[in-house]
């Protein structure tokens, strides 16, 4: 299976889907300009706009600096990775407010266009235990035929798309049900945990018998005593390994048959 998404593309595309100007993109390193609907959206700052609201003035949205190369914190910038805090922020922004979609790729024509269903779900997937991991995945599923894109995301932002359907162009019938066709996406990713390594997994349940041993050889004679039960719930819900299906978002994209062949 291909790679999970990349950070950078991820946030990339996020950006540009929410008209962010993106004033630089070097290795490791992304400087956005902030329109004021993100930064009243990211950057908290309630009063401010508030007040220039309350004046009659027009605000100024911030830039963003933001760092997914590790190597590079110590220049000037927000370090972003997988379980952080700003990378949850806008999770939480895609799930409340855009959590399913519908589109239709724009197309110029004087004749009689189909365009195809695809199923997109991006989905990100937790590996919980004594470490966490985190993973993004951008599949694309067209319903006629079945078949399946990786990195969806990457695909259509080299397309042209809006909330209503070009004259002259009509959509295609799904074959495959929605439900279906999410079970196909989700059986693909489960298929891609169980060929991950999973020594993470053993290590976090050594770790987590170890810790029982020790708490319990702590409270010694009180092991019906209520803090001992509440450690003891602590400790499973901190070193038990689970696996974490959550979709961000996806929709329905209408596509044409030129679209197709670029996949």
């Not at 799930?95 to 009689?112: C, G, M």
């Not at 009509?170 to 020594?199: A, C, E, W």
């Not at 978002?249 to 197709?260: H, P, R, T």
Request: overall charge neutral; aromatic content about 10%; glycine content about 4%.
């Amino acid at each position: 299976m291909e790679q999970q998404i990349d950070l950078t593309q991820f946030l990339m595309n996020y950006f540009k889907t929410k008209q962010c100007e993106i004033l630089s993109n070097k290795e490791g390193q992304i400087h956005v300009q902030l329109t004021e609907e993100m930064d009243r959206e990211l950057m908290n700052r309630p009063f401010y706009w508030h007040y220039i609201k309350k004046i009659g003035r027009e605000g100024e949205p911030l830039t963003l600096r933001l760092i997914t190369d590790k190597e590079k914190t110590k220049e000037p910038g927000e370090w972003i990775h997988f379980g952080s805090p700003r990378l949850h922020q806008i999770m939480n922004k895609l799930t409340e407010k855009e959590r399913y979609t519908k589109l239709f790729e724009v197309i110029h024509t004087t004749q009689n266009t189909p365009l195809y269903p695809w199923l997109v779900l991006n989905i990100k997937i937790s590996y919980r235990g004594a470490r966490h991991k985190d993973e993004i995945f951008s599949v694309g599923l067209q319903l006629l035929h079945g078949n399946m894109t990786l990195n969806m995301m990457e695909h259509l932002e080299e397309l042209k798309l809006e909330r209503t359907i070009s004259d002259y162009c009509y959509t295609l019938t799904p074959m495959i049900k929605l439900q279906s066709g999410f079970n196909r996406i989700q059986n693909l990713l489960l298929q891609h945990v169980k060929n991950q390594d999973n020594t993470w997994a053993n290590e976090s349940i050594k770790q987590w018998e170890s810790e029982k041993i020790t708490l319990k050889h702590f409270y010694e004679e009180e092991l019906d005593h209520p803090r001992y039960l509440e450690e003891l719930e602590a400790l499973e819900k901190r070193f038990k390994p689970e696996v974490i299906f959550q979709v961000i978002n996806g929709g329905m994209f209408y596509l044409a048959q030129s679209a197709l062949n670029k996949k």
